[in-house]
Each structure stands twice: as structure tokens, then as C-alpha cells.
């Protein structure tokens, strides 16, 4: 009889809340029901991650500044620190109506509720509740892997249940990459999201069990205890096994571990949460926020595939803490690569794309074997605390990840003028009206503030008056004739006077003509006040075209003056110029200096990789894999002797 059929079997309906199984089952059911909890696992972190894909959008659709932004992600990750503590309880509660509950709320968050959030604030109440039930995942998930798969065997399980949190990054940023175009807003990237949740719930909730706490509060090294295990459950004192949970959970030894694996993630989380942000303003040229997914999807794509590998080798060596060890060194290595590369400009797609395949490789080196060997230390306390130990290793890694995000608003505050500014400084400056002003506008000001310049300027503008420009050559030739002239109103002229005038100018009909000449452009409400102006200051500003310092920027203004004038009678140009004028120095400054003040804070991620390094000597388990071999097969004697005691034929 299948090991999972039990006394008292539950009703059809009853059975999807009491889920509980009193036999250990046969090794197909065992693997759907961890195929199950992969599956979840992906679909909760798939939801949950679809914010630093979608980042600079959301941004820009809230009208939030990047300070906002990071506000949401501490408080979610602070709650979602809670939400972790709270699944420790399912040491006393079981983890499958606690994670069917939170799939099926999280989807239905991302399916309806994002896209429904009309500001930011909206939008920040959502996303704390995703982290709350992430947090509460990131306990019940591992959990269950646990309950499932021996000892021998874990690390191939946990490489599984780590391609969740991978995996939902690597479906994030591979459906971004290929759709973000298509669709005509970012909330459609939570609807996908929200529907594929919606099948994984309605499967988890017609097969996924757990196993009873009789079963699970044992500790099973190989297969071959099954027998054993099931036959002592009906002893297991499940009451007395949890007595003081947080107590003997939260050792030192435990919170070293998780202080550990904490630092070494911050440079994970950080890529989680900013590094399409990172990549869109630190290099240049520019790369697009599909392009960044496109360089992200290299990490998990190496990542996923290293984590299958890796646990089984560990598996097969039957170590952890060498493999964790040989992966933290590299990826501290990596770290250094990437702090040159942040400081050189030209860095190329194609070295950002190795960069991350390194780290997807040794991060999976590093983290797996450590998750691994975790829940084996959590086991050695008491089988009885895996969720309370996982609860203790969540809320210090949600609460580190809070930190990250507190500490990065200052030590990379260049993001902050980037993100909030930086692409409308661009847009604008893109607008060729826009960036003439920009490039000439405030130079020209300059130049005809200068009395001289304006005065030229002035001249030139009023010599391009047909009927000044005829009268002008008139009177400069015969200063004296108009100087009498002036004195009288022009229709009020002695006949002496006028007589005298037209002898000086030569007599006759060409006297009379030039006279007309001036007295069209004098008598003009238009053109007699230029002519008046051009007569009164032309020499004075004729002599400033000369002048070393004038004459350059008379030269400018006649350059570049007109262009400037036409563009500032454009539609919303002033606006969009007052607007980098506010802004684009402090973008042009930010742009200069975002790539140190990341270089700083990847030595911060850098110092907690190495800090990791110290601490895998908390976990348990072999150094060498001969010796332990020799454990495991101490073991199987110790497990034949129990079995013959109890009189179990071992069949």
C-alpha cells in the first residue's frame, strides 16, 4: 500500500485544507509535490521582482521621485522581515494552506490591484503586501524542500528551490526584455505576471500535501530511513519538539550563518533592485531599459543552470562548504571586475554580459551549497525548528536588504537626480529649439547685456530698414545741411533754408530727390526713429565693430541671435529651457559622478563577501569528502542496528 494513503483519509472537500500526509510517499509523488513548491516558489518571487525591471517606468508614471521609490522597498522589505518571522510558525501550523494562501493572494495583487494604483502611495500599500507574503515564502518554501529530500539529496533540492528566486528574476527581465515594447503600459508586465500565479495556485491547490509533524519533525539522511521514520512517528512528541522555538533556534551559530549569507546578497540585491537603473545611467552611450534586461537575463540564465549543476556535485561529494567557499572567492573576484568596469566609460554591452554570466556562475557556487548546509545546521539543533531556523535566516536577510536600501540613498545619491530628472533633461534637450537655446541662449544674454554690443546690435537691426538704409549715406554725406534742417519742423522749413539745402546738395532734380529720400525715412513712425537712433549712435557703435573684446561678441550674437529669438518663439520651449536650466546641472554633475559613487558602494558589497568567507565555518557538515562518506555510511550501520531493535525487516 502507497505510504501516503493513511487511516481516517479525509473527505474530497476536506481534503484540500487538511493536507496533511502520515506516510512518507514514494518517490514520484515526492518529486511533484517538490516540482509544486519550485514552481510557487518562481511564480511568488516572478511577482515580486517585476519592479526592477519596470523601475524607471513606474517612476516616471507615478510622477515619484527615486527617494520615494526606495522608500516603498524598505518598508516592503522591513514588513516583509515579519512576514518571515510569522512563517516561523509553521513549525506548530503546517506551510501548505500558508503558502496556497499567499500565491493566491499575490496574483490576484498583481493582476488587479497594480494596475488599479493610481499614485504612488497606492502602489506602495500593494507592493508591501507581495513583500509580506514573499517574506513569508522565503520560510514555508524551503520548508517544504526540506520535509521532501534527505540529507543526502539536499543539495540538488535546495538547487531547485533556489531557481525560484532565479528563475522569477530571469522570466522578469526575459518577458521585459521582448514585451516592454509591445505593450502600451508597464502595468501589463504585473497582469502576465498575475495570471501565471493564478495557474500555479489552482495547481498547488489540487495536489500539493506536506508531510504530518510527526513525520517532519525527524531527521531523514538517506531514503532508506523512510521505514524507520514512519515507524517511529506515532512517539514523536510534537507539543514537546517546538517547546522554546525561537529560543534554541535563534543561536548564535544560526544568526551567524544568516549575518553571513546576508552580506554576500547585497551586491544580489542590489541587482535585483537597481542595476537596470544602474546600467541606464552610469555608462555612455546609454543603454535602453530593454537592453539592461537583455544584460541581466545572462545572470540568471548562468545562474539557473549553475545551481542544477552544483547541487549535484555537492550531492555527489556530499560537501557544502568547499563548494560555498570556492564560490564566494570568485564572486568577490567578479565584484572587483565589475568596480573597474563601472569606472571606465566605454564598458560594451558584450563585457557587461560577461561580467554578469560570471557572477550567475560563482553567485549559484556560493549560495546553494550554504542553503544547503543551513538547513542541515538548523537540523542539528532540532528537525522539529527548520521553519523557525529558516524564519530567523529571513527576517535577518529582509532586514539587511532594508538596510542596503537605506545606506545606497547615500553613498549613490547621484541616482537619485538621474532617475528623477535625468531622462526628461534628455527628452528636452532632444527638441533641437531646446538645446539651441541651451547650447547659445545664455551667451547671447551675456553678450548684449555688454551697452557696446547692444548698441551695434540695435544698428545693424535698424540698417535693414530699406528707407533708413537709403536715408543714412544722404545724411552722412552732408552732416551739416540735415544738422540745419533738423532744426525745423519738417513742414514748417524756410524757403531760404530749403534753397541753401538743395545748392549744398548739388542742385536740381538729384538735390531734390535725396531730399525726398530723407524726408520719407524722417517722417516715417517706423523707420524715423531707427534713422533717428542710427544717426545719433552710429559712429560710436560703428567704431565698437572694432573693438578686441565687442567685435567677437557682436560676432556671436549675429551668429547665433536669430536662431535663438526663433527658437524661443516655439510652443512650450521656454518652459521645457526653465526646466534644464533648474535641472541639468545637477543631472551633468550626477552623470559625472554616478559611476564612483557606485564603485563605492560595490566595495561595501565587496567587504560583506569577504566577511561571508569567515562564517561558513559555523555550518556543519565535512570539510573532506572522504570523510564524509565515512559518516554516511556510519549512518546506514546506525539505521540497520535501530531497525533490527524494532523488529522492521528493512524491506
Known amino acids: 500500500m502507497d505510504a501516503t494513503v493513511n487511516a481516517g483519509r479525509p473527505g474530497m472537500f476536506s481534503s484540500l485544507w487538511q493536507r496533511q500526509l502520515h506516510g512518507y510517499p514514494a518517490t514520484g509523488r515526492r518529486y511533484a509535490y517538490l516540482g509544486i513548491v519550485v514552481l510557487a516558489t518562481i511564480a511568488l518571487y516572478y511577482q515580486l521582482y517585476i519592479n526592477g525591471a519596470v523601475g524607471p517606468s513606474i517612476l516616471q508614471g507615478y510622477g515619484i521621485s527615486f527617494t520615494y521609490y526606495v522608500i516603498i522597498l524598505i518598508a516592503g522589505n522591513a514588513l ?224 539557473v543552470a549553475t545551481l542544477i549543476v552544483v547541487g549535484f556535485v555537492s550531492d555527489r561529494l556530499m560537501v557544502r562548504k568547499p563548494l560555498a567557499l570556492a564560490g564566494g572567492i570568485g564572486y568577490a573576484a567578479t565584484t572587483l571586475g565589475l568596480i573597474i568596469a563601472t569606472g571606465r566609460s566605454g564598458t560594451s554591452y558584450n563585457q557587461l554580459v560577461l561580467l554578469m554570466a560570471f557572477f550567475g556562475f560563482f553567485g549559484g557556487l556560493a549560495f546553494l551549497p550554504w542553503m544547503a548546509a543551513f538547513t542541515e545546521t538548523v537540523e542539528q539543533i532540532s528537525p522539529a525548528l527548520t521553519a523557525t531556523g529558516l524564519a530567523v535566516w529571513g527576517w535577518i536577510i529582509r532586514v539587511t536588504v532594508s538596510l542596503i536600501f537605506v545606506a545606497i540613498i547615500f553613498v549613490v545619491p547621484s541616482v537619485t537626480p538621474l532617475v528623477d530628472h535625468g531622462s526628461t533633461v534628455q527628452a528636452y534637450l532632444a527638441d533641437p529649439n531646446v538645446a539651441t537655446v541651451v547650447a547659445h541662449g545664455a551667451t547671447v544674454q551675456a553678450d548684449l547685456s555688454d551697452p557696446r554690443v547692444a548698441a551695434a546690435v540695435t544698428l545693424q537691426q535698424d540698417l535693414q530698414d530699406p528707407k533708413v538704409a537709403a536715408a543714412v549715406p544722404i545724411i552722412a554725406a552732408h552732416p551739416a545741411v540735415f544738422a540745419q534742417l533738423a532744426q525745423y519742423p519738417p513742414n514748417a522749413i524756410p524757403p531760404d533754408v530749403l534753397a541753401a539745402a538743395v545748392a549744398a546738395l548739388g542742385g536740381g532734380l538729384p538735390a531734390l530727390q535725396q531730399l525726398q529720400t530723407v524726408a520719407a525715412a524722417s517722417g516715417d513712425p517706423v523707420s524715423g526713429p531707427k534713422l533717428l537712433y542710427v544717426v545719433t549712435n552710429g559712429p560710436a557703435a560703428q567704431a565698437a565693430l572694432t573693438d578686441p573684446v565687442v567685435g567677437p561678441k557682436l560676432a556671436y550674437v549675429a551668429q547665433y541671435g536669430a536662431s535663438v529669438q526663433q527658437a524661443l518663439a516655439q510652443p512650450g520651449v521656454r518652459d521645457k529651457v526653465a526646466y534644464v536650466a533648474s535641472f541639468g546641472p545637477e543631472v551633468q554633475k550626477a552623470q559625472r559622478d554616478t559611476g564612483s559613487q557606485w564603485q563605492h558602494w560595490f566595495w561595501v558589497a565587496f567587504g560583506g563577501q569577504i566577511v561571508f568567507l569567515p562564517l561558513l565555518f559555523f555550518l556543519t557538515g565535512r570539510w573532506s569528502p572522504s570523510k564524509a562518506r565515512e559518516d554516511e555510511r556510519e549512518h546506514g550501520r546506525a539505521r540497520q542496528r535501530e531497525m533490527q531493535e524494532l523488529g522492521l525487516t528493512g524491506a
Request: proline residues 3%; aromatic residues 12%; contains cysteine.
Open 80 to 303: 516583509g522581515a515579519f512576514g518571515s518571522l510569522f512563517a516561523g510558525l509553521t513549525d506548530r501550523w503546517g506551510r501548505a494552506n500558508i503558502l496556497l494562501g499567499g500565491l493566491l493572494v499575490t496574483a490576484l495583487l498583481a493582476l488587479l490591484a497594480v494596475p488599479a494604483a493610481r499614485n504612488g502611495f497606492q502602489y506602495g500599500v500593494i507592493y508591501a503586501f507581495i513583500a509580506i507574503v514573499e517574506g513569508m515564502a522565503l520560510v514555508a518554501t524551503p520548508a517544504l524542500m526540506r520535509d521532501f529530500s534527505p540529507q543526502v539529496g539536499r543539495a540538488t533540492a535546495m538547487g531547485f528551490w533556489t531557481i525560484g528566486p532565479v528563475a522569477g528574476s530571469l522570466i522578469v527581465t526575459e518577458v521585459s526584455s521582448h514585451t516592454l515594447t509591445h505593450f502600451s503600459d508597464w502595468q501589463a508586465q504585473y497582469k502576465i505576471a498575475g495570471i501565471v500565479g493564478l495557474v500555479i495556485w489552482a495547481a498547488a491547490f489540487a495536489f500539493l500535501r506536506e508531510l504530518s509533524p510527526q513525520l517532519r519533525d525527524q531527521l531523514m539522511v538517506q531514503i532508506e530511513d523512510r521505514q524507520l521514520i514512519e515507524a517511529k512517528a506515532k512517539n514523536v512528541d510534537v507539543k514537546r519538539a517546538v517547546e522554546n522555538q525561537w529560543r534554541r533556534a535563534a543561536s548564535p551559530r544560526v544568526i551567524a550563518c544568516a549575518i553571513g549569507i546576508a552580506l554576500q546578497l547585497i551586491l544580489y540585491y542590489t541587482v535585483v533592485a537597481f542595476f537596470v537603473i544602474y546600467i541606464t545611467t552610469t555608462f555612455q552611450p546609454g543603454f535602453s531599459q530593454d537592453q539592461a534586461n537583455g544584460i541581466l537575463n545572462w545572470y540568471w540564465g548562468v545562474e
